[in-house]
C-alpha cells in the first residue's frame, strides 16, 4: 500500500493514502496528496498506531463535524522524514511520539499556562482541511519543535505509542486528583486509560488504591499496576462495595474511566469522594445527557471538585513520561494485546475496539 517516495527525505514526495472519515457510519482508504509543510512543521512516517475506542465512536456519531472528509487516528509513532527550514531540535531519521491533542503553543495564552485549551492545531476541531490525524502513510505535525516528543533509544515503538493518549490521558486524569501520600482513591473502570490511572495513583504515592473492573486480564494487570483492592460492578452496587472497604469513610479522590451510564458513574463518584475532594472524568460520552442529584453536594452547601479531563500534551511532558518508561519506572507493553502488521489490517483493529472482546485490551498496527 506504501505509494509514497521519499528522495534523500527531503525533496519530492508523491501522493500517500490516508483513512478517512466520509460521514457517519463510514471511513475508508483513499488517495490523497501529501502533506505540504511550513517552516516549523515535519512530515512523519508512523511506524506504529493504535486503534481506541474513541475512533469508533467518531465513525459511528461523525460526533466532531470538523473531522468529517479528513484523515482520523490520533495515536501514532513514527520516523520523521522531512523537516521545515525552521525546526530546530528534530532531523530526519528521528524516532518521535506524534501528539494526540492539538494544543497551540504558540497562541497569546499559552503564557498562562493555558495552550491545551487552545486546541486550534486538532484535527478533530480544526476547520483546516489539510489537517489531518495519523491513519496515513505520512502525518503532517503542526510545530515540530513544541509538540512531537524523542523517543528514547531504549523504548520501543510499542511502548511508545502508549504515550499519547493512554498514558497522557491517565496521567492528566491521576494530576487533577491532586493525591497525595497514602491517599485512598477510587479507579472507576480499568481498561487502557483507567490502567495506567493505577499505575500513575501508584506512584503519586496513594496508600490504597481501589479499582473497578471484572475482565480478569485487566484485573490481574491493575493488581500488577498498583491496585490494592478490587471491586466487581457485577457483584453489586459499587458505592456499597467501595463503603464495606473503607468502613464507610469517602474516598480522597476518583477518576472516572469507565464507559455505561454516565449519570450513574457521576453520581457514584461524587458520592463516593469526600466534601473538599476531587472527581476527574477521562471518559468521553458521546450524545448523551448528564443528570448529578443536587444532594452529592449538599444542594450546594459543600465543596466536592468535578473535572472534565483533557489530556496534557507538548513535547515537555511526553518526553517526562517516556522517562518512566526508558527508566523502567513503567512498562505499558501489558496492555498491547494484538499486534497486527500492515495498514491493510487497521479496519481489523478498529474492529476489534468495536467488539468490545473481554481479550483485546488494545491494538497496535505496525505499517
Not at 519530492?12 to 493514502?17: A, C, E, N, W
Not at 450524545?287 to 473535572?307: A, C, D, H, R
Request: charged share 25%; glycine share 10%.
Amino acid at each position: 500500500m506504501k505509494t509514497w517516495v521519499s528522495v534523500n527525505r527531503v525533496n519530492k514526495i508523491k501522493d500517500m493514502k490516508g483513512y478517512i472519515l466520509k460521514e457517519k457510519g463510514k471511513a475508508l482508504w483513499e488517495e490523497l496528496p501529501a502533506p505540504e509543510i511550513g517552516p516549523y512543521d515535519a512530515l512523519v512516517r508512523p511506524t506504529a498506531v493504535a486503534t481506541c475506542t474513541t475512533d469508533v465512536h467518531l465513525i459511528e456519531t461523525a460526533a466532531w463535524p470538523n473531522a468529517v472528509g479528513k484523515v482520523i487516528g490520533h495515536e501514532g509513532v513514527g520516523i520523521v522524514e522531512k523537516v521545515g527550514e525552521l525546526v530546530k531540535d528534530f532531523k530526519p531519521g528521528d524516532r518521535v511520539v506524534i501528539p494526540s491533542a492539538g494544543s497551540n503553543w504558540r497562541h497569546p495564552k499559552a503564557q498562562r499556562g493555558e495552550a491545551k485549551y487552545h486546541q486550534d492545531l486538532n484535527p478533530y476541531f480544526s476547520k483546516d482541511p489539510g489537517l489531518g490525524g495519523n491513519f496515513s502513510e505520512l502525518v503532517k505535525a503542526v510545530d515540530a519543535d513544541s509538540r512531537l516528543a524523542h523517543i528514547p533509544e531504549s523504548v520501543t515503538d510499542i511502548q511508545a505509542v502508549m504515550i499519547p493518549d493512554m498514558i497522557g490521558t491517565g496521567f492528566t486524569g491521576v494530576e487533577r486528583m491532586q493525591i497525595g501520600f497514602g491517599d485512598t482513591v477510587l479507579i472507576m473502570g480499568i481498561g487502557p486509560v483507567g490502567l495506567m490511572a493505577v499505575a500513575a495513583a501508584a506512584l503519586r504515592g496513594a496508600g490504597r488504591i481501589i479499582a473497578v473492573g471484572s475482565r480478569p486480564n485487566t484485573v490481574e494487570l491493575a493488581k500488577q499496576y498498583g491496585a490494592t483492592d478490587i471491586i466487581d460492578y457485577k457483584d453489586g452496587d459499587i458505592l456499597e462495595q467501595v463503603m464495606a472497604l473503607t468502613a464507610n469513610q469517602p474516598v480522597d479522590s476518583v477518576l472516572i474511566a469507565s464507559g455505561g451510564d454516565a449519570s450513574e458513574s457521576f453520581t457514584t463518584a461524587l458520592k463516593a469522594v469526600k466534601f473538599g475532594g476531587h472527581v476527574a472524568c477521562v471518559s468521553i460520552f458521546f450524545q448523551e445527557n448528564v443528570t448529578i442529584p443536587l444532594s452529592v453536594w449538599e444542594y450546594g452547601g459543600m465543596e466536592k471538585f468535578l473535572t472534565g479531563v483533557l489530556i496534557q500534551d507538548g513535547r515537555e511532558y511526553f518526553e517526562r513520561l517516556l522517562q518512566l518508561i526508558a527508566h523502567k519506572r513503567l512498562d505499558p507493553t501489558p496492555l498491547v494485546t494484538h499486534v497486527l502488521k500492515g495498514w491493510d489490517k487497521l479496519d481489523e483493529g478498529l474492529q476489534l475496539m468495536r467488539e468490545r472482546n473481554p481479550d483485546v485490551i488494545k491494538a497496535v498496527i505496525i505499517p
